[in-house]
């Protein structure tokens, strides 16, 4: 009897390349479409459309309510609160994979099937993510978050190939999402600016405003602290003789601390509601990522009670920005992370 998988299928090259190397190998394949949000028939339409060129079964799970919940609520309320959300790490973990695994259940399926580039490895007796082939495209960082018994359920097939592999292959099979455009980072943005986004559910009293503060000083008053992030520079409307960046956001008094480059820099995090699965020594070397795009760098990290940690770079790093995502790495093995909390 051959295997039941689910794929997760957007609709996009990545997902129906997948969907075809699994029926390739003689696995029994259904593709599913989650319904996270309202303005997603074009993907529902997508999704089904690519399931009938390859001849598998496909359906559409509405998700909309939880969804709601689960990662838009968090997204608003986070910048609510001065921080940056990570909405695709935290959709991961509380979100799409959870929905995914219900959907593997009731479709009575043995594994989750996704177009993520990214690999799995066994490692210390655990389940973990890994780095894909192609460092461009790598999204072992968006995985950061999953717990073991999540990650040993799901299959990657893209995880040894790289983008234009996977294009030049969805061609020579006539796959008509082949020259698909690409999905943006935050699906649910739907090519719009998050600030548009928050303004559509935040009324004016409840944006934060305050003051911009240099040196101590009130230099200028600023729209409201859902339009800032750390580390920013473009946007302020600011004239001054050097160049400005966000280095705290205060989101009791509505201030916005101001300073040069070079005093926007963490000598370390700390991390809440974290996942490192399996046994750690409580302190050991490590190398990290705060942000999606940038390389690795080399920590030191100390697991501690309640789901935290402390992460001490080996230099300083620009702008680590509370209420993003920290993903430790052991070489190309996704050992855990965790959402900053704190900056020292």
């Known amino acids: 009897m051959k295997t039941k998988v689910l794929i997760a299928m957007s609709g996009g090259v990545d997902s129906t390349l997948c969907a075809h190397m699994m029926k390739e190998q003689g696995y029994d394949v259904t593709g599913v479409t989650i319904k996270f949000f309202d303005e997603q028939e074009q993907a529902i339409a997508d999704g089904e459309k690519a399931a009938k060129e390859l001849g598998i079964n496909w359906y559409y799970a509405d998700y909309t309510k939880f969804f709601h919940e689960d990662v838009i609520s968090y997204f608003v309320r986070t910048y609510k609160m001065g ?64 717990k073991s018994f999540q990650v040993e359920v799901i299959e990657f097939p893209l995880g040894g190939l790289d983008k234009e592999t996977v294009k030049a292959k969805a061609a020579e099979l006539g796959l008509s999402v082949a020259e698909k455009k690409e999905s943006q980072d ?24 305050g003051w911009f503060i240099l040196n101590g000083k009130r230099i200028k008053e600023h729209k409201g602290i859902i339009y800032y992030t750390v580390g920013q520079r473009k946007g302020l409307e600011i004239g001054y003789h050097e160049p400005l960046f966000v280095k705290h956001i205060d989101a009791k008094s509505g201030d916005i601390l101001l300073s040069d480059k070079e005093n926007v820099t963490g000598r370390g995090v700390k991390l809440q509601f974290c996942e490192f699965p399996g046994d750690h020594d409580r302190i050991f070397r490590a190398q990290v990522k705060i942000r999606y795009r940038m390389a690795p760098v080399d920590c030191m990290v100390e697991i501690q009670p309640s789901d935290t940690a402390t992460i001490l770079f080996d230099n300083p790093e620009f702008a680590p920005t509370p209420g993003q995502v920290a993903c430790v790495y052991n070489n190309d093995i996704v050992v855990g992370g965790g959402y900053i909390a704190e900056v020292f």
């Not at 935050?186 to 986004?197: A, E, H, K, T, V």
């Open 186 to 209: 935050i699906c649910f943005l739907m090519d719009g600016d998050y600030r548009d986004f928050l303004e559509q559910r935040l009324s004016p009293e409840n944006i934060k405003k």
């Open 83 to 146: 921080r940056t959300p990570n909405p695709c790490c935290h959709c991961n973990r509380h979100a799409k994979f959870n929905y995914l695994f219900r959907e593997m259940k009731t479709s009575q399926c043995e594994k989750i099937v996704t177009g993520h580039y990214a690999n799995k490895v066994m490692y210390n007796g655990n389940w973990h993510a890994s780095k894909g082939l192609d460092a461009k495209k790598d999204q072992s960082y968006y995985l950061s978050l999953l």
